[in-house]
């Protein structure tokens, strides 16, 4: 039961470490691109004109995480968008971001970013706070420093690919709780971490104490 319990502390401090990481690649951006990568309309793809380095029409918006697999896995994939004209009358974080087209770069298109998964270690699994399994999509996007460069994140359940039907002030209003079920005989009260509602960094990746009977 000691060894467990140990384990299952470590499998919550992996998991808040592994989100903070991606709160730091939105805001320290890895730019790996093809020269030729597009993001004209709906479609991203690497059959574009060649340009230099920050000349493209894309730009590098977020990362997008999965929750899935019971709770047991998460996938990161990188956000990118259109960049806007001059002229784009938004005047909204919520605006702009949906003006962007936020979609995610395609899989077989390999522009040199950090793709990740975790697999939450020694046997846990994300869960709600009445235990079930976790499915969900969890989007961080950055809004264009026309308007504010501010980092946004919105959540929903299930997996989805449709990020800007997830840009939705009522998607990122609240706490996100991920508690952990440790799946092995432990010592005290389930633990997890949280995502602060209206998160915009990785300060807002907190631990779920035993002690506050979130989870």
Known sequence: ???NTQRYKDSVKTLQSFIQQQYNLVY??????????????????????????????????????????????????AVVGQDLDDDNAATSDMQI?????????PEDIDIGLTYSSLNVPW?????????????????????????????????????????ENMVNINNERDDLPLCLDPGNSFAGGRLGVVIKGRAGSQSAIQTISDESGVC
């Open 97 to 105: 971001i949906r003006d962007s087209n936020p979609r995610l770069i």
């Open 123 to 163: 046997g846990a699994a994300i869960v709600d706070t009445d235990g079930n399994a976790r499915t969900m999509s969890i989007a961080i996007v950055r809004s264009s420093v026309k308007v504010s460069g501010s980092v946004h994140t919105f959540a929903v359940s299930g997996i989805t690919s449709d990020i």
């Open 28 to 77: 320290n951006v890895e730019n790996g691109r093809a020269a030729n990568l597009s993001c004209v309309g709906a479609v991203v793809d690497d059959t574009g004109p060649s340009s230099g380095r920050g000349q493209s029409n894309c730009v590098l918006m977020g990362r997008f995480i999965t929750v899935q697999d019971g709770g047991t896995r998460l996938n990161v994939r």
């Open 1 to 3: 039961t000691m060894i």
